[in-house]
């Protein structure tokens, strides 16, 4: 016979453990907000540190006591050089960066764990309405299908959560609690298996939805491929507990940071002590007998050690712990109530209350009444003020044949189409030719026809340009291309020119608004 004891609502064993929740003390920011919660003592850093505290507090006034009273002149002398190396030694353990990246670890890992607990909502909307009949067997099917995924998890969590285990120590526990039928309990235990059996109900669940695909009750496979997909979703939350329930964060990870806190706080005991000076001449540090910074600091690096150590496993008791039981509660109550109760429970359907209003807008009571005086947010953008120049407003086509603007030589040559005989010894070439081309420009020697300026140029002028080539960029060969801002045609040079006889570019008008340069040896 099962103890009395063990069948307490859980309502009333988990009703000193609760969460700690303080969300509506800091809805709004106001002054002191933050001060009003430091002095709760459920779920506060004083309840989860007080004891080692009053351990560190002990140990350094042990050892205070020690050093004014009971240590002679050569012993004092001594113990003031080893806290001195104590206390230089604090400044080589990297204390804040550990702990720190450690603490973040942890809380990522606390929150990536309650996200993994399974919840039927979506399985049991599926449900509702995908398996149908308002009859008894009907019923039945839909309450078994969602009982079966209730059961899954109560399995898994019953292997990661104290709470839970506790309060379902054995499967008749589960069978008294009404998550499985005897015959289901006889199967359950006569499948061997050396490793987790949560998945089982997600089985049975499978098997049941096929054979309701076969007798109607699921109507179509596209009905019954949803069911998988949200029966899979919820088992993938299961196996995802059970899996950081068995792959902890690495011990030596752990180890490295707690040796890191514990040894910071062992050489602290000793090198903060208030000292007598080595020198009788020298001028003492002031003696506050109570190191006041130093306890802060326990208390800030200590308690931040203490926090990693009570969410690390959130499936405990601590007062911040998972409350696991209300939710097996909440979930199969809701789960049940919606498969069976809900089915095809509607309300009357008619017409709303904006229904001839082509806008609809909720009152507003008294209190949230100013609201309504704040304009709605449009973007960013929507009250920016744009120029009231009509030329800067005014709308052109974009077209490859608009002339461009004169740009720098260096943005030209970024831009410009990729050219073989662009190379770093014809970039500075090229420099020199445009600088000679701007200044025959500005003599009036070019046509306005050409397509590289603004046609202010005399129209029948022709210029002339000459320039001497050093040797070795007359052995370059040009390929023949389109410059796209001269408009102007390269031809490749003589290779077989002597090295002696310097080369003449030509640049005539032509009559297609191009510009032809041709190489003429000297002499």
């Not at 039945?140 to 969590?157: E, M, Q």
């Not at 040009?478 to 801002?485: E, G, K, L, M």
Request: proline share 5%; charged share 20%.
């Amino acid at each position: 016979m099962i103890d009395k004891l063990l069948l307490v609502p859980a309502w009333h064993a988990d009703k000193a453990a609760m969460t700690v929740s303080y969300t509506l003390k800091v809805a709004n920011a106001r002054f002191g907000g933050f001060s009003k919660l430091l002095f709760r003592w459920k779920g506060s850093i004083y309840k989860l540190l007080y004891k080692e505290f009053l351990v560190f507090i002990l140990l350094y006034a042990t050892l205070s006591v020690t050093y004014r009273h009971f240590l002679n002149e050569k012993q004092k002398h001594l113990f003031s050089k080893v806290s001195q190396y104590c206390n230089r030694s604090t400044d080589l353990i990297p204390l804040s960066f550990v702990l720190g990246f450690y603490v973040t670890l942890i809380v990522n890992r606390w929150w990536a764990q309650y996200t993994s607990i399974p919840l039927p909502d979506q399985l049991m909307c599926v449900i509702s309405s995908n398996v149908h009949g308002k009859d008894d067997k009907g019923r039945i099917l839909r309450r078994t299908l969602i009982r079966y995924a209730n059961l899954s998890s109560v399995l898994i969590l019953r292997s990661v959560s104290i709470r839970v285990l506790k309060r379902f120590p054995t499967m008749d526990h589960l069978v008294d609690a009404g998550f499985m039928t005897q015959d289901e309990r006889k199967m359950f235990e006569s499948l061997h298996s050396d490793f987790n059996k949560y998945w089982i109900p997600c089985v049975w669940f499978t098997n049941l939805a096929a054979q309701a695909r076969r007798d109607g009750r699921i109507r179509d496979d596209v009905a019954l491929r949803l069911l998988m997909d949200e029966l899979n979703l919820y088992r993938s939350k299961c196996s995802m507990l059970f899996h950081y329930d068995w792959i902890s964060i690495p011990l030596v990870y752990t180890q490295v940071v707690t040796i890191a806190v514990y040894s910071f706080f062992a050489f602290c005991v000793i090198g903060r002590q208030f000292l007598q000076p080595l020198d009788p001449e020298q001028a003492g540090d002031l003696d506050m007998y109570v190191p006041l910074p130093t306890l802060l600091q326990f208390f800030f690096y200590a308690g931040w050690l203490k926090v990693a150590e009570q969410i690390i496993n959130p499936f405990g008791e601590d007062d911040d712990d998972f409350e696991t039981n209300k939710l097996i509660d909440r979930n199969l109550q809701v789960s049940l109530l919606s498969v069976d109760d809900m089915y095809q429970n509607l309300p009357p359907t008619g017409k709303d209350k904006y229904w001839n209003e082509s806008t609809a807008q909720p009152p507003y009571t008294m209190a949230t009444m100013a609201e309504t005086l704040k304009p709605s947010f449009m973007g960013s953008t929507f009250d920016m003020r744009m120029s009231d120049d009509p030329e800067q407003n005014q709308q052109i086509d974009a077209s490859p044949n608009m002339t461009r603007i004169q740009t720098p030589l260096l943005n030209r040559f970024l831009t410009a189409a990729a050219s073989p005989a662009v190379s770093l010894k014809n970039f500075g070439k090229g420099s020199r030719i445009h600088h000679q081309l701007l200044r025959a420009r500005a003599e009036g020697t070019f046509s306005s026809s050409s397509p590289s300026f603004h046609r202010r140029e005399d129209p029948e002028s022709v210029g002339r340009i000459e320039e001497e080539t050093e040797d070795e960029e007359s052995r370059l060969s040009v390929t023949p291309t389109s410059d796209s801002y001269l408009g102007v045609s390269y031809k490749p040079k003589n290779t077989g020119i002597n090295r002696k006889e310097l080369p003449h570019i030509t640049v005539m008008e032509a009559s297609d608004d191009s510009i032809s340069i041709t190489d003429q040896p000297s002499g």
